[in-house]
Nanobody, 125 residues
Framework: QVQLVESGGGSVQAGGSLKLSCTGS????????MGWFREAPGKEREGVSC????????RYADSVKGRFTISKDNAKNTLYLQMNSLEPGDTAMYYC??????????????????WGQGTQVTVSS
């Protein structure tokens, strides 16, 4: 059975940091593009960051560039999102997702059909 499980969310004041983790089972991370998405109440889901199968190609939403860093450990089937200088606008449910395939560049439009259940991030001013 394919399963992705996020962890590491919580409540933090603006300027603080959190590190999210996503651990997979039933799939091999080096066969997938991986991404982090977030959804806030009343807003559409948006791509936050993604990485290709090897981790050597990454991209970030404009709103998080310079503050967030995505990484992965294929041997551990684990994806990470280091979030620094958090802002109230970062408050959302964060999801990791996987899209089968090994294109050289990641993109949020890929067919992400495997999702975790999310971890809540709340940033207060």
């Amino acid at each position: 059975q394919v399963q992705l499980v996020e962890s590491g969310g919580g409540s933090v004041q603006a300027g603080g940091s959190l590190k999210l983790s996503c651990t997979g089972s039933g799939l091999t991370f080096d066969d997938y593009t991986m991404g982090w998405f977030r959804e806030a109440p009343g807003k559409e889901r948006e791509g936050v960051s993604c990485t290709n199968w090897s981790g050597n190609s990454t991209r970030y939403a404009d709103s998080v560039k310079g503050r967030f860093t995505i990484s992965k450990d294929n041997a551990k089937n684990t994806l990470y999102l280091q979030m620094n200088s958090l802002e109230p606008g970062d408050t959302a449910m964060y999801y990791c997702a996987a899209a089968f395939g090994r294109p050289p560049l990641c993109d949020y439009a890929y067919r992400y059909d495997r999702w975790g259940q999310g971890t809540q991030v709340t940033v207060s001013s």
